[in-house]
């Protein structure tokens, strides 16, 4: 069964940092894109980044709101991607999700349950 | 950046009803397109990808059509179960982008 598990979140205050977790089990981790999107309070999802597979040089994308601020990272002998939060945000604030992908078949076919961060004073 | 449009924001149906849902494109996305339906307190889930093609495990009252810029989501029957709210991806070009999402409430 494929299984992604996010943990990390927390509260954190204005211009700190954070690093989440995503946990995966049920398929072979290295090949494939793992993502992180967010939904904040009442709203709806955003793109967060991303990172390719091993055939695609773990390679990494992100949108410009978060570009320089946020990385991801795996590791692959814990069958784990990361997601370094730095210079938080209040818009930050947000329930985190990491999901797969499959090459070729659309993205995000499997999402965690999310992990709350919560960017207040 | 890519704009999704949805329409509409929120609907109200009846059970056995037939629902259609539409998402525009600002510019051409071929069919790198998703949909996803989220309930509250839990993650989205794949409905469709490629536009059209139905995710395994989801029930086939469920289609997705389109091309190019314009999308939709057909429920040929609601359910009880159907009621939540449905969002379209385009994954056609950095960065990817959501609809605002369409709320689907009993009548």
């Known amino acids: 069964e494929v299984q992604l598990v996010e943990s990390g979140g927390g509260l954190v205050q204005p211009g700190g940092s954070l690093r989440l977790s995503c946990a995966v089990s049920?398929?072979?981790?290295?090949?494939?894109?793992i993502d992180w999107l967010r939904q904040a309070p009442g709203k709806g999802l955003e793109w967060v980044g991303r990172?390719?597979?091993?055939?695609?040089?773990?390679?990494?994308e992100y949108p410009a709101s978060v570009k320089g601020r946020f990385t991801v990272s795996r590791d692959d002998s814990k069958n784990s991607l990361f997601l370094q939060m730095n210079s938080l945000k209040m818009e930050d604030t947000a329930v985190y999700y990491c999901?797969?992908?499959?090459?070729?078949?659309?993205?995000?076919?499997?999402w965690g349950q999310g992990t709350l961060v919560t960017v207040s004073s | 950046d890519i704009q999704m449009t949805q329409s509409p924001s929120s609907l109200s149906a009846s059970v056995g009803d037939r629902v259609t849902i539409t998402c525009r494109a600002s510019?051409?996305?071929?069919?790198?397109l998703g949909w996803y339906q989220q309930k509250p307190g839990k993650a989205p889930k794949r409905l469709i990808y490629?536009?059209?093609s139905l995710q395994s495990g989801v029930p086939s009252r469920f289609s997705g059509s389109g091309s190019g810029t314009e999308f939709t989501l057909t429920i040929s029957s609601l359910q009880p179960e159907d009621f939540a709210t449905y969002y379209c991806?385009?994954?056609?070009?950095?960065?990817?982008?959501f609809g605002q999402g369409t709320k689907l409430e009993i009548k």
């Open positions: 490629g536009a059209s």
């Open positions: 999901a797969r992908s499959v090459v070729g078949l659309g993205n995000f076919d499997s």
């Open positions: 991806l385009q994954h056609n070009t950095y960065p990817y982008t």
């Open positions: 049920g398929f072979t981790f290295s090949d494939h894109y």
């Open positions: 510019q051409g996305i071929r069919n790198d």
């Open positions: 990172s390719r597979n091993k055939a695609n040089g773990y390679t990494t």
